[in-house]
């Protein structure tokens, strides 16, 4: 089984060979007919109609991406608002208490957003 450096060798002495018989015979000439016949088929309206497929296609392809991005925005506006500018008071508890009640309380304000976004995204897309 050959190294990867063997291989390298090996493309590197069949880079030189190309290189060497270039030099010696020069370049092949494309046929004289072959700029006419390239010519006539970009022409054709089968090869305009999968140019303009290709072009409508990146033109969709950026339209859903914004609708991505925007979402996104969107989805993260949401969630900005949704947590609490500051803590509610409670009375005093042990501190791994107070945290993991307040993990809930947090927990529980995000379930309830991601569900509204779903919710509404469902109406949007008329689900």
Do not use: C, W
């Not at 092949?28 to 022409?43: D, F, N, T, V, Y």
């Not at 303009?52 to 925007?70: A, H, I, P, W």
Request: net charge positive; charged share 25%.
């Amino acid at each position: 089984m050959s190294t990867r450096y063997e291989k390298i060798k090996e493309l590197d002495a069949y880079t030189e060979q190309l290189i060497r018989q270039v030099e010696a015979e020069g370049l092949i000439k494309a046929p004289a007919h072959m700029k006419q016949e390239i010519l006539e088929r970009s022409g054709r309206m089968d090869y305009q109609l999968a140019v303009t497929t290709k072009r409508v296609s990146r033109q969709m392809q950026l339209f859903f991406y914004s609708l991505k991005v925007g979402a996104a925005v969107a989805t993260a506006l949401f969630l900005l608002f949704m947590v609490p500018k500051e803590l509610p008071k409670t009375e005093p508890m042990a501190p791994g208490e107070a945290a993991r009640q307040q993990e809930e309380t947090l927990n529980r304000r995000l379930n309830r957003g991601m569900q509204e976004i779903n919710q509404m995204l469902n109406d949007m897309m008329g689900l």
